[in-house]
Structure formats: structure tokens, C-alpha cells
């Protein structure tokens, strides 16, 4: 079975700060895909990175950042310098290599204060 | 990127009726279509799989005499939510699977949603 666990329900920043989303996963699965997903006020989902099960590399887009741990199951999203414009609902999300079993997290909203 | 349209962004309509959601993918072709639903402060909960030219898959809970799918084309999926009630109401979100490349580097894009009120 899978499982996406986005612990942190609701977090709350004032501008410029740094916050972390985290996002710890279950899967049976060898090969998987990791997505993280924005989904501001408007509601339309919008697509932040995707990364398969066999690149443990980090990465870094602009303020965005996210480390991938397989040996912990965690796939934490980070992002520098909080503006009011990254107020969201954040979901990270797991899909298997092959089949479309695209399960969601619970999502964590963020505000970002001025 | 390649673009799901939703049609209609919202709607609301009286109990007992029924509604009609469109999703096209507009440059792309998509043999699979998926429709989740998202109530209000919560996650997105995988309904059905839509294949063209085939009956709908329904994840577990989902009745499927209530939320008719037709995925008639490779560009078109609707969802059509018969005899509407007020716990119907909902947000619903499309996602198509552009196939080139293979299965296994498919990519899924959503559509930008439709909300539905049931009065």
C-alpha cells in the first residue's frame, strides 16, 4: 500500500523567512516518482518537480529546494526567503513507475505574512 | 507544458439534478484520463481512470451509477454527476496522461478544477 504523510498541517511565516514542508512516504514499490504541488486560492494545482526513486540528488530552483532521503522515506521541501506570494497548500505526492496510483498528502498550508 | 481545460470553472445547481463536467486536453492526446475530488480543506482523492473507448475504473466508495464517466475521445473526458445532493458538493480536478515517451515517462497534468454547489 501507499501512503503520502504531510505532518505539518498548517504552518504560518512572516516574509523572509525559511520554512520547511515535510513529506514522508510508504511503498512497497522499488521505482517511484515523488511530486511536490502548489495549489494557491485559485485552486488550479500547479506543478513544482517530480523525482524518481533512483535520483537521490538534491535540488534547488531558485528558492525552492528540495532534499530526497530514501533512507528515511522523505522527500522535504524548502523554500528560502518566504514572500506572501508562496501562501499556498502544498501537496507532495507518490506515484508508482508504472501504473497511474497518484496519491496525495493531506497538504500543509503555508502563510506567509508580511 | 501541455495544457487540461475544465469546463464549466463553477457551477451550482438545485438537488436532484444532474451536472456535467468537461475535460479536454488541449495539445496534447490523452488514452487516460483521471478525476479526483476535493472537499474543502482536505487532499485529493483519486475517484476513477478513465480509458478512451473504455468503461471507467472506480477506486473503492465510489458509486459508479452517480458519477458517470465518459471518455469518449482522446482529448475529452466528462464526468457527470447524476441526481446532485448538497454533499455532492465539491471540487472536482481532472488530471490527463500525455503517453508519448512510454509508460514509464509519462507526465500528468491537471486541470484547474470546477467547483460544484449543490443547493
Known amino acids: 500500500a501507499q501512503k503520502v504523510t504531510q505532518a505539518q498541517t498548517e504552518i504560518s511565516v512572516v516574509e523572509k523567512e525559511d520554512v520547511t514542508l515535510d513529506c514522508v512516504y510508504e511503498?512497497?514499490?522499488?521505482?517511484?516518482?515523488l511530486f511536490w504541488y502548489k495549489q494557491p486560492p485559485s485552486g488550479e494545482l500547479v506543478f513544482l518537480i517530480r523525482?524518481?526513486?533512483?535520483?537521490?540528488q538534491n535540488e534547488i530552483s531558485g528558492r525552492y529546494s528540495w532534499n530526497f532521503q530514501k533512507s528515511t522515506s522523505s522527500f522535504n521541501f524548502t523554500i528560502t526567503a518566504s514572500q506572501v506570494v508562496d501562501s499556498a497548500v502544498y501537496f507532495c505526492?507518490?506515484?508508482?513507475?508504472?501504473?497511474?496510483?497518484?496519491?496525495f498528502g493531506a497538504g500543509t498550508r503555508l502563510t506567509v505574512k508580511p | 507544458g501541455a495544457v487540461v481545460s475544465q469546463h464549466p470553472s463553477r457551477v451550482i445547481c438545485k438537488s436532484g439534478t444532474s451536472v456535467k463536467i468537461e475535460c479536454r486536453s488541449l495539445?496534447?492526446?490523452?488514452?487516460?484520463m483521471f478525476w479526483y475530488r476535493q472537499f474543502p480543506k482536505q487532499s485529493l482523492m483519486l475517484m476513477a481512470t478513465?480509458?478512451?473507448?473504455?468503461?471507467?475504473?472506480?477506486e473503492q466508495g465510489v458509486e459508479k451509477d452517480k458519477f458517470l464517466i465518459n471518455h469518449a475521445s482522446l482529448t475529452l473526458s466528462t464526468l457527470t454527476v447524476t441526481s446532485a445532493h448538497p454533499e455532492d458538493s465539491s471540487f472536482y480536478i481532472c488530471?490527463?496522461?500525455?503517453?508519448?515517451?512510454?509508460?514509464?515517462?509519462?507526465?500528468?497534468?491537471f486541470g484547474p478544477g470546477t467547483r460544484l454547489t449543490v443547493t
Open positions: 511503498t512497497r514499490d522499488t521505482t517511484y516518482y
Open positions: 495539445d496534447f492526446q490523452a488514452t487516460t
Open positions: 523525482r524518481n526513486s533512483f535520483d537521490e
Open positions: 505526492a507518490l506515484r508508482p513507475y508504472n501504473n497511474n496510483d497518484m496519491r
Open positions: 488530471s490527463a496522461r500525455d503517453l508519448i515517451g512510454g509508460p514509464t515517462t509519462y507526465e500528468q497534468y
Open positions: 478513465s480509458n478512451e473507448g473504455s468503461k471507467a475504473t472506480y
